[in-house]
């Protein structure tokens, strides 16, 4: 259930940080965010998928570490990020 090309250029172009950015916690984040909120919308449909679970369960606690990571060394940019991805209510 990866994400489609254009999906993801377009997710990459809206957070990235300088011209040639795919890699930064930033990107990362929100690409993590997208498939989350993909694959949860399949488990609610699915509910036996337990595989599919058990990957959901393993991108949240990515997305939990990069979020941790990007706290810690940069708070501004965590908070606008959270801010942008509509992430901790």
Known sequence: ????TE???????????????????????????????????????NKKDHHSRRGLLLMVARRKR???????HSPERYKTLIDKLGLRH
């Open 7 to 45: 999906a993801k250029q377009n997710v990459i172009k809206t957070y990235k940080t300088h011209k040639s950015d795919t890699g930064s916690p930033e990107v990362q984040v929100a690409l993590l965010t997208t498939r989350i909120v993909q694959l949860t919308e399949h488990i609610k449909a």
């Open 66 to 72: 990069l979020l941790n990571y990007l706290k810690r």
């Open 1 to 4: 259930m990866a994400l489609a």
